[in-house]
C-alpha cells in the first residue's frame, strides 16, 4: 500500500447488479426471528444505537477545501424524515440542476484515493468517507448533505470537525424503528495477500482493521472495535489521513493534492512526521483506515449487524466486500429494532417477539 490515503481522482466503475432478497416464510423466517431475538439478548440495543430511528435537531454548516483542488466548498447537512437515509446533494453546478445522490454502494464511481459517488451523469462528490463516517458513527440515520462543490471539505483531515458540526446540530429520536442489515453468513473478497470479509456479529457494527507499510515510522498496526458513539468520538473521530512526502511531487503533477498542507494531512517523511505537532495517536494511521471503512460501510444504506476485517485494505476493498455482500441474497437480511426493550414471558423463549421479516432493497 502507497501513496496517499485522502480523496483522489473521480471516474467510473462497472454497474453493479442489485440484489433482493425475497420474503423468508416458514422455517426459514422463524429462524431469521430467532437470530434477531439473540441481538436484544446480547444487549445490542441498550449498547449500541438503540431501536429508533435519527436525523439532526437543526441544518449546521461546515466550511473548508477540497484535498485536490484547493477551492473552497461549503458542506451543511440537513435534517431528514424518517427513511430517508443519507442524501447527498450536489449544488452550485454553474446553472445547472442539483444533483441528488442516495449514499448507497451502488453509487459509486471510483475508490483509488477515496470513495467517489455520482450516477449516469457522472462522478458527483468525492471524498465523502469521512462525513459518513461521522454521521454512522453518531447514529445518524436520516441526513441531507448538501456540498457546493465536487468534494466534501477535507477540514483538518479526520472525522472530528464533522462530529463538532453534529453535535451543534444536536441528534433527535424519530418514531419510525430503526433497520439494519444484519450478516448471515461471511463473505470475504481478497487478491495480492490483501484481504476483507463480513461476518455474523450479534453487537453491532466491529470494525478489525490491519495495514503495513514498508516504512520505519508505520509499519504494521492492528486495531480493533466496537463501534458505539462513545467509541467513535473519543478513539477514532480524530485520526487524520496521511500520506508519504517521497509521493507529493507525484501527485501534484498529476493535478491532486493541491489542497494538502500540514493543516489537513499527516505527513511523513522518510525518517520522521513533518507535521509540527507529530501524531495524535501512536497508531493513528491505522485509527484513520477504521474511520474509512466505518464510512464506506455506510453505503450498505443501513447500519450493520456484522464484524467487518479489512488486511491491508483500503476504499477500494471497502466496496468489493460490501458489494458482494449485498449480491448475495442468502447472506443478509433486514431487521427491525424493537423500540423498546421487550420482556419475554418464561418458556416462550423460542416465539419471533417484534422481528419484522426481510425485504430486499428495492421493495422496503
Known sequence: MRGWSFGGPVGTSPTTTDACIPFLMGWAQIALARLGQRVRDKGMTSGWYGGRQTTLREQVSVTGIGVHSGAPVTLTLHPAEPNTGIVFVR???GGQPDRELKAHYRAVTATEFATVLGDHHGPAVSTTEHVLAALRGLGVDNAIVEVDGAEVPIM???AAPFVAAIDQAGIATQQ???RCIQVL???RVGKNGCYGELRPYLRGLRIEVEIEFDHPLIGRQSYDVDVTPNVFRRELARARTFGFMRDVAKLWNAGYALGASFDNTVVVAEDRVLNPE???F????VRHKVVD???DLALAGAPLLGAYRSVRGGHKLNHAVLSALMADTGAWAYVDLPKEPVARARGHAELPVGLAPAYGPDVS
Open 156 to 158: 483538518d483531515g479526520s
Open 282 to 285: 501512536s497508531d493513528e494511521c
Open 91 to 93: 449544488c452550485g453546478t
Open 185 to 187: 453468513k461471511p463473505i
Open 176 to 178: 419510525a424503528p430503526r
Open 278 to 280: 507529530g501524531m495524535r
Open 293 to 295: 471503512a466505518i464510512g
